[in-house]
């Protein structure tokens, strides 16, 4: 669960330098979604 939340953060942080390409948009909305579903 770690690798998904480093990977959240590193798209998160990228984010805040530049905008993301539609593939990192769409990559960070499944992410998210994982985290979610795994959550109690």
Do not use: F, G, H, V
């Not at 480093?6 to 948009?25: M, V, Y």
């Amino acid at each position: 669960m770690s690798s998904l939340i480093d990977e959240i953060n590193r798209l998160a942080r990228l984010s805040r330098e530049r905008s993301l390409t539609i593939q990192e948009k769409k990559r960070q909305a499944e992410l998210r979604q994982k985290y979610l579903k795994k959550l109690p």
